[in-house]
């Protein structure tokens, strides 16, 4: 039973790129929550995604956008990237519907922005 | 929003010692959770714990809803505990999924 995978695991990017990152949710999950991590500090929670919309979001500029597809994976992209972007982006899933689910989380992308 | 607050900080231990973690919370919640940050950022779920008492090999946790707090026990440590641990409560009501965590403690076991 595979858990939630991210992509990349690493990243380094360029002040005023654009990237973005990538997240399967655990087997039989169907709701992503993306999360900011900067160092230090814990998860920031950035926005949320079920049905291919997003559901929930937390204080992020409209830099920060994402999407969510058919099979439940989801991307999060980051436009005209700032230094203070640099961080661990961490991908959650959960079961929407089911009571008393828990939030597993991805091992994390660690961005990198020069 | 609510807020999370975690003690103590920083914590050294020798191993084998045991400690106690805190996490207090501002507002009544439907779910908190305990995690487990490794060097490497990876994050491990620890406990689901919104209220009483669950252990799982030398942790265990106990939840106090009504009076906003929840203890993390760790018993006999080892070096592999080392890492950072998080409390985590879920804002709103429902199912939100929408983690508040606090700043976590920073637990370091030396042999």
């Known amino acids: 039973d595979a858990g939630v995978t991210q992509s990349p695991t690493h990243l380094i990017k360029t002040r005023g790129q654009q990237v973005t990152l990538r997240c399967s949710p655990k087997?039989?999950?169907?709701?992503v929550s993306w999360y900011q991590q900067a160092l230090g500090q814990g998860p920031q929670f950035i926005f949320q995604?079920?049905?291919?919309?997003?559901?929930q979001r937390g204080n992020f500029p409209d830099r920060f956008s994402g999407h969510q597809f058919p099979n439940y994976s989801s991307e999060l992209n980051v436009n005209a990237l700032l230094l203070g972007d640099s961080a661990l982006y961490l991908c959650?899933?959960?079961?929407?519907?089911?009571?008393?689910?828990?939030?597993?989380f991805g091992n994390g992308t660690r961005l990198t922005v020069t | 929003g609510i807020q999370v607050e975690q003690s103590p900080p920083d914590l050294i231990l020798q191993e084998g010692a045991n400690s106690t973690l805190r996490c207090n919370f501002s507002?009544?919640?439907?779910?908190l959770q305990w995690f487990h940050q490794n060097p490497w950022g990876q994050l491990i779920n620890l406990f689901y714990?919104?209220?009483g008492t669950k252990q799982n090999g030398r942790l265990s946790a106990t939840t106090v809803a009504t009076e906003r707090y929840s203890l993390l026990y760790i018993s006999s440590s080892q070096t592999t505990d080392s890492g950072v641990y998080f409390c985590?409560?879920?804002?709103?009501?429902?199912?939100?999924?929408?983690?508040?965590f606090g700043q976590g403690t920073t637990l370091q076991v030396k042999p």
């Open positions: 507002d009544s919640v439907n779910n």
């Open positions: 995604y079920y049905e291919e919309e997003e559901r």
């Open positions: 959650a899933s959960y079961r929407l519907r089911l009571a008393n689910s828990p939030l597993h």
């Open positions: 985590a409560v879920e804002e709103g009501s429902g199912n939100t999924g929408k983690l508040i």
């Open positions: 087997s039989g999950h169907d709701t």
């Open positions: 714990i919104p209220s």
